[in-house]
């Protein structure tokens, strides 16, 4: 595995940072000044984020109780670590937040001492977001059924600065079968393991029609273990891709009442629920626009 890999995308206006399983696209806005000082702040902290998590890694597998918090020793780790815990009566592991933690972890060193007026960090769809007052920023959502052509406008008002997608088809594994599920919170982290959660709940449990794979005979040292995830999902009845919807949109709503998430939205089959306040709308061509996907 090369190391630490920082280069500019050809519009020249996003840094693209890469390490192993961390992608990441990154987009500040504001003074010049302050945007090449926040990136380079960016690079300098990319270059062990990795190497931190790796040497906590055989704990961070291990499944969170709700009673018991770990006390990890990397910023990136803590920030998973406490975004499980609330979740922690059901199985999760710090796992389930990483996209989100290490997007919110660049994202504070991004904007350590600058003044921006927006920035965002998008770690292959799970993304940290700053919003200055009165600013907004736009995402592009996949996984609908509509290609990108799905929109949500965030504000800086609404308090949500965090955003994630989670599905079977997504690049982890899943217990449900969601085509997307995307989850706005306070932070990456948490709208991260939220919409893991979410996902596994949308499920029709003993269902022919989907295939499932243990966990550990696709990747040996997942953190789910001999864990039944999804691997393909056959043609399912109006009725049953309905029930499934209304699985995850009963998890979604106690998230929601629980105060752990400000909003989620749920697609399966062309079909969607939709938990507190999303508007889903045609793109905004005057937004900055980063893309969550599954």
Known sequence: MEGPQAHWLQDGKRLHLNHGPID??????????ECRAAYAQAVARFQTILIELVEELPELRLPAFFLAPRTFTGPTARRMEAA?????ECFITPMAAVAGSVADEMLAALLAGRK??????NNGGD????????????LAVAGTGNGMADRITIRAQDGVRGVATSGWRGRSFSLGIADAVTVLA??????DAAATLIANAVDLPGNPAIRRTPASDLSPDSDLGA?????????????????ALDNGLAVAEDFRRRGLIAASALFLGGEARISGSV????????????????
């Open 227 to 243: 864990r039944l995830v999804t691997q393909g999902v056959g043609t399912l009845a109006s009725g049953e891709v309905a029930r």
């Open 84 to 88: 499980v815990m609330p979740l922690a």
């Open 24 to 33: 990441l696209i990154v987009e500040a806005f504001g003074e010049a000044d």
């Open 186 to 191: 306070r932070t990456g982290a948490e709208a």
């Open 116 to 121: 921006l007026d927006r920035a965002y960090v």
């Open 127 to 138: 993304s940290a977001l700053h919003l200055d007052k009165a600013t907004s920023i736009g």
């Open 279 to 294: 508007a889903l709308g045609p793109p905004n061509k005057h937004e900055p626009e980063e893309v969550a996907h599954a």
